[in-house]
Nanobody
């Protein structure tokens, strides 16, 4: 069974940092692009980052470029999203995603709240 499980969200002050994890099961992440999306209250889900495979670079949305860093540990079948200099507008539910066998697979999401 293909499954994605996010963790690591929470409440952080503006300027702070958090690292999200996405543990995958049922398939090897090493051969798949893994993506992070987020959805803020009242807004549509938006792309955050695509973590490429060995030969492909990681791609970021302009809104997070220079502040967020995506990475993967294929031995743990896990991807990460390191988020620095967080802003209130980063508040959202963050989702891990993979396009597997012609279907989108989503995790349950992890809430990130940036507030003083």
């Amino acid at each position: 069974q293909v499954q994605l499980v996010e963790s690591g969200g929470g409440l952080v002050q503006p300027g702070g940092s958090l690292t999200l994890s996405c543990k995958a099961s049922g398939f090897p992440i090493s051969v798949y692009h893994m993506r992070w999306y987020r959805q803020a209250p009242g807004k549509e889900r938006e792309f955050v980052a695509r973590i490429g495979t060995l030969d492909d670079a990681t791609v970021y949305a302009d809104s997070v470029k220079g502040r967020f860093t995506g990475s993967r540990d294929n031995s743990k079948n896990t991807v990460y999203l390191q988020m620095n200099n967080l802003k209130p507008e980063d508040t959202a539910i963050y989702y891990c995603n993979v396009y597997y066998l012609n279907s989108d697979v989503w995790g349950q999401g992890s809430q990130v709240t940036v507030s003083s």
